[in-house]
């Protein structure tokens, strides 16, 4: 059989680059601006999503998965007619259910310098049978001072990121988000965002656009159980609102009792009046019987913080996510993780959500 790029030569991921007519720039240095990742320590290190140190403590799933780089953006203006990645990723996720565009791949946005006007310009493919090193190059007209925010993928681990633009051109620092401090998100692999076809198409990056906010993606696939370690972490953050989403990874009920209600109270504890956004599992019409009396504990602990007073939780249902295209089928790759139109439907129920607790107007795109 013929390899599908014989046949097709849009399928070819490979790139041709003539490397001398391009400056490369590390994006761990200004004008860049890197979001939603600590940067690496040496050259010998990598980008993480929360100190090695704490994930260690927390269990060996976080400890595995915290170096994946979901969340992660980096952000500049340039007005370069080519625009290239050269990217080491020295650990790489290949799942038979979710994208190398998403597991692996970087995705590219372009703006405004006011930042209006986002959209989707590139998706930089990684090969299939790449091993730890990958390029990928966009070219467009130039000569106009442009945003770009580009996304790192979200189930692999990157170590360092050059940004390749044209030889001649300007580079310059990007504008603030409107809302700097950033939104955390806690959670499950869905959380981390699988199992979108992209790193732009996770459900916290379509609210960031919309909302222009910064934030952090602590999704930990199969990790997530709500510890002490990882609460304790949290509460020192620096957060305009907290998404606390861990439901799936509880491995029981008995254990989501045990440990909701004590983490919302810890990070309660530590930011008096942080909006906290409790959420259930989002995948309630595959297994009603097992997911309501998960449900019911999770809206417990919001229900019992509004009793005593607390006016900055609100509790986002499950069930809602699926409500505007009915159960099920069209939103889910494998009945537990989303698809890109799941991951849509997350993003206008918790934006919205979001948008009260964070002075925006609601989400209708």
Not at 157 to 185: F, H, I, M, N
Not at 222 to 238: F, K, M, N, Q, R
Not at 241 to 266: C, E, G, I, Q, S
Request: net charge negative; glycine share 8%.
């Amino acid at each position: 059989m013929k390899d599908i790029t014989q046949i097709d030569p849009r399928f070819l991921t490979s790139v041709q680059l003539d490397r001398n007519s391009v400056t490369a720039y590390d994006v761990t240095l200004p004008p860049f601006s890197v979001h939603g990742l600590l940067l690496p320590q040496d050259e010998n290190d990598r980008f993480r999503r929360l100190p090695e140190e704490v994930a260690a403590a927390t269990n060996p799933g976080v400890l595995e998965l915290h170096a994946n780089t979901a969340g992660g953006r980096v952000r500049f203006v340039t007005d370069a007619s080519v625009i290239g990645i050269c990217a080491v990723m020295p650990r790489l996720c290949r799942a038979s259910h979710f994208a190398l565009s998403g597991s692996c791949g970087f995705d590219l946005y372009a703006a405004k310098t006011d930042g209006s006007g986002v959209h989707h310009v590139q998706t930089f493919l990684p090969p299939y049978d790449m091993t730890d090193t990958y390029t990928g190059v966009y070219r467009c007209a130039g000569g106009e001072m442009t945003e770009y925010t580009l996304n790192f993928p979200l189930y692999s681990d990157v170590s360092s990121l050059y940004v390749l633009l044209s030889k001649g051109a300007t580079v310059g620092a990007p504008r603030p988000y409107r809302v700097q401090t950033p939104v955390v998100y806690y959670g499950s692999s869905i959380t981390q965002g699988g199992c979108a076809s992209r790193p732009g198409n996770a459900y916290q990056s379509m609210i960031a656009r919309r909302l222009d906010c910064d934030f952090v993606n602590l999704g930990f696939s199969g990790s997530a159980c709500g510890e002490t370690v990882i609460a304790d972490y949290i509460a020192g953050l620096s957060m305009s609102a907290f998404v606390m989403d861990y439901d799936h990874n509880a491995p029981d009920v008995a254990h989501l009792a045990a440990t909701h209600a004590p983490m919302f109270a810890r990070i309660r504890a530590e930011n008096l009046t942080l909006p906290i956004i409790c959420v259930s599992r989002p995948d309630y019409f595959f297994c009603p019987a097992e997911c309501e009396p998960r449900r019911q504990v999770i809206e417990k602990t919001v229900r019992d913080a509004v009793v005593a007073g607390d006016r900055y939780v609100s509790f986002v249902d499950g069930r809602d996510f699926a409500a505007q295209f009915g159960a099920g089928d069209c939103i889910s790759v494998d009945g537990c993780h989303p698809n890109d139109l799941g991951f849509f439907c997350m993003a206008i129920r918790l934006g919205t959500e979001l948008a009260h607790w964070i002075g925006q107007n609601e989400l209708t795109e």
